[in-house]
């Protein structure tokens, strides 16, 4: 009877410990679903560490569609796209559902910015409601900065770094301030160029516009323009000393994750990549002298051909003169660390976590 008794307790002292491990587990399990300008992005993450953004990628999945061409366009959504992004959104979710064992409170859905410009909003976010009985957010671009730092610099080096993002349009970031009594002050950075406003400007300056598409003019004209650069980001550095005093410089958006990919060439694991400036300034020499690296590289390796379907060789100059002219104006970069932060789909996602974690401090 003893026996009995004490393999019943066993038994359930074993199931017990189970329910908690797998209770546990999902605790530490978070899922974004982004609706994109131009994609809907899936990922679902293990956090292990959110102050250190120490986390596994455990699914992650990418649809194209042309969601915020028709919005320009139109000014609304088209019946098809709300169509699409319900009929992908369902399906994701019943995805990541059924094979993550998800907690429903860790499940956000989320639409770009784009979209709150578009005057049949509520239609789509209708749509997702009674689809999957959550709410759609539209993410606030006044809020994107904010958003970028807390989600792309791990927690505990938000007092000792600052984030830029090098976008299509502008380059954006900010840095977080210690004030007394434990409080926090955000300070949002932005650059008027980002890759393609850039590339623009310097095409507006060739007089000949038959020679917009020359190389040898682009470049000469590129070359030029940097001096207007570099006075904008000088200013930008003036205005915010306290930049100077951060020991690590964390860089995300496409500019990197193009410079990332085609130089070093290699499926990089890691969620930050250590950069140095002597590996940009290679990279930039590949890029104005010997092209044909990386088209050749491209017919081999996936992740370059997706770099080159992205960007054709002007917009990667422009990208990557941001870049070496960011770095080049910062002082003492030799005593810095800089990282990219490679994994950029998950940024809105880690911030989402961060917010609702009582380790982190994100009022700010």
Sequence with gaps: MLKKNKSQILFFILFNLFFSIT????????????????????SVLDVNNIRKA???????????????????????????????????????????????????ENIFIVAAPVFASARNIDVLKNKITSLTNKKLDILNV??????????????????????????????????IDELEDDKLEFIPLELDF????????????VSNQNQVNDMSVYQEKSFDFNTVLRKKIKDLLDKNPLLLKKEKIYLSG?????????????????????L?????????????????????????????????STYDQKYL????????SLLESIPNLETKKIFFVKDGQTIWLISHIADRSKKVNTNF
Excluded: C
């Design 254 to 274: 496409g500019a990197v994750w193009a410079f990332a990919t085609l130089y070093y060439n290699e499926n990089i694991k890691e969620h930050y990549v250590a």
């Design 276 to 308: 140095s400036m002597e590996d940009v300034l290679n990279y930039d020499a590949i890029l104005k002298n010997n092209f044909i690296k990386f088209t050749t590289l491209s017919k081999t390796n996936k992740e370059a051909a997706r770099v080159l």
């Design 54 to 104: 120490d986390y596994d990628i455990l699914y992650f999945s990418n649809d194209r569609f042309s969601f915020a061409d028709h919005i320009t366009a139109n000014g609304e959504l088209t019946q098809d796209d709300i169509t699409q992004a319900g009929v992908t959104v369902i399906s994701q979710l019943s995805k990541i559902r059924k094979e993550f064992k998800l907690l429903e």
């Design 194 to 205: 980002g890759t393609m406003t850039l590339t623009d400007a310097v095409q507006k300056t």
């Design 142 to 175: 006044n809020e994107e900065p904010k958003t970028l730092v807390k989600g792309a610099i791990p927690p505990v080096d938000y007092a000792n770094a600052f984030l830029l993002d090098i976008g299509a349009q502008t380059t954006k970031g900010g840095y």
């Design 317 to 324: 100059i422009s990208a990557n003169n941001i870049l070496v």
């Design 23 to 42: 209770s546990f587990a999902q605790k530490n399990l978070y899922a974004g679903i982004e609706i994109g300008r131009r994609a809907i992005k899936v």
